[in-house]
């Protein structure tokens, strides 16, 4: 074979283009968000074609799943090309069987930098020549990745922007060795030289073998590798006038080449489609996957130098196999099937072409070192087939997906993109599912309530109820971020309501919100006047009592103390999470309420009233405006609302949830770095320690984190009164509620504790007064 070859000889070959559905980047995107993280490996992924006929081809209809519109020969992608490893993906081929699937890589880089810097002609050898260079094994797997594509993207996932560039790595000879066919033998179209049976007979076989190898797929599917589709490579023997299809491999070659009666010729299913002149003066290109074939003869099977004859089978298209047609028994009316099945030929050509030689395709190595193993390197492959742009040029494609995306999406996946990030590198345990899933109960939708909200939706709460019974006036906006003055018209919207309302305004329909209109009652306000009160609250009782069994964390933030005595009580009768937040004027509380009895040397972490030894009563009687109001430092309640928030989603992420024991009180302010020495003495979570309380003083700018145990006689969460409600329930919360404050104290032992303590005190004073007296005498 000479050196040099006439350009007129040189085979020409039609590249792929590539068709990327939107759902193909969305599915990408979650992955990137959600699993890849800043993992820069290739991830395996699947692109398909067809064999589509002319009409279809000119279809502008861009519903239609052509493979070659506008004369291109398109690889296309969906999202299903990302579920190349499921195991799912067999069956839906063989369903699918018209179609052929090539397997392919992505490499999603970090950075758009990485993107410019990435070294392309390396990315496309490195991932385009393994294929011809694996030893031993399946010839089968390696025929598999031989009609490979790549793709190299950076996404950025806050505008949606992306930037792309599609490679179909095709093997390339050195300069001067390029493929060529025989002057003498130019291409032909296989209709001029071969008759009319032997086309049919070509179609049948190529038919069989689809046949048989979908049918071994299904049978063999758990020991074989994912069905493909239609055979892209194939061998065919031609003996007069009858035509057979093997699939390819070197044995069969072999055998047949030895038998010495078979003209024994190369196949390969060619998308490109054919030109509408049935006279070619020159070579029409070639099916891109055809580079690849021949250097696939000259390596593995040792051709180089020789002529060969390839097929370049072109059906004017493959239709879909029936699967119950592959168990139906042979008679006359499954053989009628079969052949309505078998398809008319689109422009097959036969090539008489000189394979290069296996070291044409060795080109100088571009490494120059001096290590030892140098000598066991010196040549490279390497691979072309970079797609262009849409300018016809090299160089990546760009694409913004916004206008595609529907306003609920982009909200969804705004609110997501932060707490997806934080998984990344700073909190990779952070665990957003059980966030997700939290139901909340929040007590009060004014200041602390706004906030909250708010603050819930920034960790991906989707399920937020509000209680309160009051309407929205022209004082809360300003103060309170869930209402506009919209809200105060015509004697104000329920609060409750109006701010579930704008919850969903702001974050999107995937939110859960609601609100409830109802009192909660409190001891020392009377509810007894008349029988039409009583019910009312006795159904605001069993409305509450159902919401809390109903959530997983309860956020106490009403206006008054008493009105967080009942809440406390339901919460450790029901064993429920409570957040308490209390505002003062520049100051502020939030803690916990322990539930369970932990062990002997840990008692249970106190309620809101663990510290009084006094009973709940009414404290809005005999109150000046100012005291009636809650009149505090406008910035307190987004601090305490968000400290509240923060220590929940700490204690979501400790084993022992809400009984995570609290750290021991410290004389020195420290400072905490989660993952160093985090989880020693188990008081803190991937996100910090979980404090009991948390007290704060914009006057001096500083916080406390004591640890108070629960108190005996406490009148919100002792055993008693925890023991008395379990046994008469809305009698008990009525009598506590209506009678006087001497009630809680009997039933929780406060009376008794405080009786207790008047005679030990008065016993203490006698004795101080008879050591007075003898210091007189």
């Known amino acids: 074979m000479s050196t040099t070859k006439n350009n007129n000889n040189l085979l020409k070959f039609h590249p792929f283009s590539s068709t990327v559905e939107p759902s193909f980047w969305l599915s990408l995107s979650k992955l990137k968000l959600h699993s890849l993280k800043l993992n820069e490996d290739p991830v395996p992924i699947q692109g398909s074609f067809s064999i589509t006929p002319p009409t279809i081809r000119n279809s502008k209809d861009s519903g239609s799943n052509n493979s070659s519109v506008g004369g291109l020969v398109r690889i296309r992608l969906d999202q299903s090309s990302l579920s190349s490893l499921d195991t799912n993906a067999t069956k839906d081929c063989t369903i699918q069987n018209e179609v052929r699937i090539l397997p392919g890589k992505v490499l999603v880089v970090n950075t758009k930098e990485g993107f410019k810097q990435c070294d392309k002609n390396e990315f496309i050898s490195t991932h385009g020549v393994p294929p011809l260079q694996e030893e031993g094994g399946e010839e089968e797997a390696v025929l598999a990745k031989l009609a490979s594509f790549l793709v190299l993207t950076y996404m950025n996932l806050k505008d949606h922007s992306i930037v792309y560039w599609f490679a179909f790595p095709a093997l390339t000879p050195k300069s001067g060795k390029a493929i060529s066919y025989i002057s003498q033998q130019p291409p032909q179209l296989l209709q001029q030289i071969w008759s009319q049976g032997q086309m049919e007979n070509l179609h049948e076989e190529y038919h069989k073998l689809r046949m048989l190898q979908l049918q071994t797929a299904i049978q063999e599917k758990e020991k074989k590798a994912a069905y493909k589709g239609c055979p892209l490579y194939f061998i065919i023997a031609s003996q007069e006038d009858k035509i057979q299809c093997h699939a390819l491999s070197y044995q069969t070659f072999v055998n047949l080449t030895n038998e010495g009666n078979h003209n024994v010729m190369f196949g390969f299913l060619d998308a490109t489609p054919s030109s509408s002149s049935s006279q070619q003066q020159q070579a029409p290109p070639m099916g891109w996957i055809l580079r690849n074939y021949i250097a696939y003869l000259s390596i593995k099977y040792k051709l180089g130098g020789m002529n060969v004859?390839?097929?370049?089978?072109?059906?004017?298209?493959?239709?879909?196999?029936?699967?119950?047609?592959?168990?139906?028994?042979?008679?006359?009316?499954?053989?009628?099937?079969?052949?309505?099945?078998?398809?008319?030929?689109?422009?097959?050509?036969?090539?008489?072409?000189?394979?290069?030689?296996?070291?044409?395709?060795?080109?100088?190595?571009?490494?120059?070192?001096?290590?030892?193993?140098?000598?066991?390197?010196?040549?490279?492959?390497?691979?072309?087939?970079?797609?262009?742009?849409?300018?016809?040029?090299?160089?990546?494609?760009?694409?913004?997906?916004?206008?595609?995306?529907?306003?609920?999406?982009?909200?969804?996946?705004?609110?997501?993109?932060?707490?997806?990030?934080?998984?990344?590198?700073?909190?990779?345990?952070?665990?957003?599912?059980?966030?997700?899933?939290?139901?909340?109960?929040?007590?009060?939708?004014?200041?602390?309530?706004?906030?909250?909200?708010?603050?819930?939706?920034?960790?991906?709460?989707?399920?937020?109820?509000?209680?309160?019974?009051?309407?929205?006036?022209?004082?809360?906006?300003?103060?309170?971020?869930?209402?506009?003055?919209?809200?105060?018209?015509?004697?104000?919207?329920?609060?409750?309501?109006?701010?579930?309302?704008?919850?969903?305004?702001?974050?999107?329909?995937?939110?859960?919100?609601?609100?409830?209109?109802?009192?909660?009652?409190?001891?020392?306000?009377?509810?007894?006047?008349?029988?039409?009160?009583?019910?009312?609250?006795?159904?605001?009782?069993?409305?509450?009592?159902?919401?809390?069994?109903?959530?997983?964390?309860?956020?106490?933030?009403?206006?008054?103390?008493?009105?967080?005595?009942?809440?406390?009580?339901?919460?450790?009768?029901?064993?429920?999470?409570?957040?308490?937040?209390?505002?003062?004027?520049?100051s502020w509380l939030v803690m916990r309420h322990g539930l369970s009895t932990c062990t002997s040397t840990k008692s249970r972490l106190g309620c809101y009233f663990c510290s009084d030894i006094v009973a709940p009563e009414n404290s809005m009687k005999d109150r000046t405006l100012d005291q009636q109001c809650t009149v505090t430092r406008p910035g307190l309640a987004n601090i305490a609302a968000s400290m509240a928030v923060e220590l929940m989603v700490s204690l979501l992420h400790h084993e022992d949830g809400v009984d995570a024991p609290a750290p021991a009180p410290s004389t020195t302010s420290t400072s905490y770095s989660p993952g160093i020495g985090a989880q020693n003495d188990n008081v803190s979570s991937p996100l910090g320690i979980m404090p009991h309380q948390i007290r704060g003083s914009l006057t001096s700018y500083t916080l406390m984190t004591p640890t108070i145990p629960a108190f005996q006689c406490c009148t919100a969460c002792s055993d008693a009164v925890v023991d008395a409600y379990k046994k008469d329930g809305y009698e008990f919360v009525k009598k506590a509620c209506c009678s006087d404050s001497t009630f809680l104290k009997d039933v929780s032992g406060l009376s008794a504790f405080q009786e207790e303590a008047a005679a030990k005190m008065e016993a203490f004073m006698e004795e101080e007064d008879d050591w007075d007296l003898e210091d007189e005498e």
């Not at 004014?446 to 960790?459: D, E, F, K, M």
């Open 309 to 586: 004859q390839i097929v370049s089978f072109k059906p004017k298209m493959l239709r879909r196999i029936p699967l119950d047609l592959l168990n139906e028994k042979e008679n006359e009316s499954a053989t009628l099937k079969k052949k309505e099945l078998y398809s008319e030929d689109g422009g097959s050509f036969l090539l008489n072409v000189t394979v290069p030689h296996a070291n044409d395709y060795q080109w100088p190595s571009a490494s120059n070192t001096t290590d030892t193993t140098a000598t066991t390197k010196q040549h490279a492959y390497k691979c072309v087939g970079w797609e262009l742009n849409a300018r016809s040029k090299p160089g990546p494609r760009f694409l913004n997906l916004t206008p595609l995306l529907s306003p609920t999406h982009l909200a969804v996946q705004a609110m997501d993109l932060n707490l997806r990030l934080m998984k990344w590198r700073m909190i990779p345990s952070l665990n957003l599912d059980k966030l997700s899933s939290t139901k909340t109960l929040l007590l009060g939708a004014g200041t602390l309530g706004c906030a909250v909200a708010r603050t819930l939706l920034g960790w991906g709460i989707k399920n937020i109820t509000l209680v309160d019974n009051g309407k929205v006036s022209y004082s809360n906006p300003a103060r309170q971020s869930l209402f506009t003055l919209a809200d105060c018209e015509n004697g104000g919207k329920d609060k409750a309501n109006a701010a579930a309302l704008a919850l969903q305004q702001i974050a999107g329909p995937t939110i859960q919100s609601s609100g409830v209109n109802l009192t909660i009652p409190m001891p020392g306000h009377d509810f007894t006047s008349t029988p039409d009160e009583e019910a009312t609250v006795q159904k605001d009782i069993e409305t509450l009592v159902n919401l809390v069994e109903q959530s997983d964390v309860i956020f106490l933030l009403t206006d008054t103390r008493e009105s967080r005595w009942l809440p406390a009580l339901l919460a450790r009768s029901y064993s429920k999470m409570l957040i308490n937040a209390a505002l003062g004027f520049d």
